[in-house]
């Protein structure tokens, strides 16, 4: 190669390199000054890559739910002849109006979970129905791990759906959560295995049991279309305003006039002609334990307040719904499953508040002392 020749393309090569270093030099200090301190050797990605991917329809994502098949190209529900399942569970709450959060995200004002005819006719869709049953009808279907006469429903009423009532599809978008009850972060299958063990005064299903898969797959379906980690509208129970007077003198009235034709004088609740429990026991060896958090009156108070007389809720004053809660709350109950072996050091230990009567004399008897076992027990004759 000639001299003049090899000048020529070497002066065109560095004329090149130079105009490519200027341009990634540019691009560089232009990042650098849209996001000060950002690592020069690190691609910085843009805001929308941080959000989360939102399923087209609820097909795809019970595609991502393990176990589940999905079918596709039907045009009705082969059950029903409705139309399928994906746009019904989509559209489940987009009446709902939305407000903007200070972080960008969407929040719904309000939450409507999907009808129950709207839950798929495919391998989830079974699984849904089987955790709906249990739910609403927990003995006869997981009676293995109940040691009372409750059901889920008996607290979180219209099969979990009612808001106010602690709803399911609030409390599933929560979870993972920290829990100070037993001091770790829970997921949601160790919530249920908790309920089973306080508020079911039975035992908890283990990991992966198919009743804890059932539950969960109810709650997820009811959970459609709900945004992750945001406290929804109508979770838990609404807010009572608090009291120092507790009167369980009042609160025992209140009961007569207004409970009892449900739940019995003595609060044991009354069965059908057939034996099924058609209103629960509130007190007695086959209720709720001293470890359910329904045991803590604040708790008891904001239910019964919201929707006690059932299909009656609000009819009760702020004060009627304390002072019953109050006087429910001193009965005495299943043993606490923490139980130390005292009464006193369980109470130091789980109940150190004013709204748990665990440990205090009521009547001459210290509530605590005279419970009948926790866990499973045989039903009564």
């Given amino acids: 190669m000639s001299g003049p020749e090899m000048n020529t393309k070497t002066w065109g090569m560095g004329v090149m390199v130079i105009g ?20 020069q050797n690190k691609v910085i990605p843009s805001p929308s890559a941080a959000l989360p991917s939102v399923p087209a329809s ?10 589940t098949q999905t079918k596709t190209g039907d045009a009705t529900d082969a059950r029903s002849g409705r139309k399928p399942p994906d746009s019904r569970v989509s559209d489940a709450g987009s009446n709902a109006t939305t407000a903007v959060s200070k972080a960008g995200a969407v929040a719904p004002k309000s939450f409507t979970p999907p009808p129950e005819d709207a839950i798929p006719d495919n391998d989830f869709g079974r699984m849904v129905l089987r955790g709906e049953a249990i739910f609403d009808r927990t003995v006869e279907n997981a009676g293995q791990f109940v040691g009372n006469d409750l059901s889920c429903s008996n607290c979180h009423i219209d099969k979990g759906r009612l808001a106010g ?23 949601f299958e160790e919530r249920l295995q908790g309920c089973f063990k306080y508020s079911m005064n039975g035992k908890a299903p283990p990991p992966g049991d198919e009743v804890l898969v059932a539950l969960q797959s109810y709650a997820y379906f009811l959970a459609k279309g709900a945004p992750t980690g945001v406290d929804l509208p109508g979770r838990g129970y609404p807010d009572l305003p608090k009291t120092d007077n507790l009167d369980r003198n ?4 209140v009961f007569v006039q207004k409970c009892s034709i449900c739940h019995g004088d003595d609060g044991a609740g009354q069965k059908s002609a057939d034996g099924t429990m058609v209103f629960p026991p509130l007190w007695g060896s086959r209720s709720y334990n001293w470890g359910a958090g329904m045991s803590t009156i604040t708790n008891a108070a904001k239910f019964i307040k ?11 004053s702020d004060k009627e719904a304390w002072d019953v809660a109050a006087y ?3 009965q005495e109950r299943p043993q606490d499953p923490r139980f130390t072996g005292s009464v006193e050091e369980t109470r130091s230990q789980y109940h150190n508040t004013p709204m748990s009567m665990y440990g205090k004399v009521v009547d001459g008897q210290t509530l605590g002392e005279t419970s009948p076992s926790s866990g499973l027990q045989a039903p009564p004759q």
């Fill in 328 to 330: 429910i709350d001193s």
């Fill in 58 to 67: 609820a097909d795809q994502a019970d595609a991502r739910t393990p176990g």
């Fill in 165 to 187: 009532s602690a709803p399911l599809w609030a409390a599933y978008v929560m979870y993972p959560a920290y829990r100070s009850k037993n001091e770790h972060v829970n997921t």
């Fill in 306 to 316: 919201a929707n006690m007389p059932l299909g009656m809720g609000n009819s009760l």
């Fill in 250 to 253: 009042n609160g025992r009235s």
């Fill in 20 to 39: 490519l270093s200027g341009l990634v030099g540019y691009s560089l200090s232009q990042g650098r000054e849209r996001y000060p301190g950002a690592p």
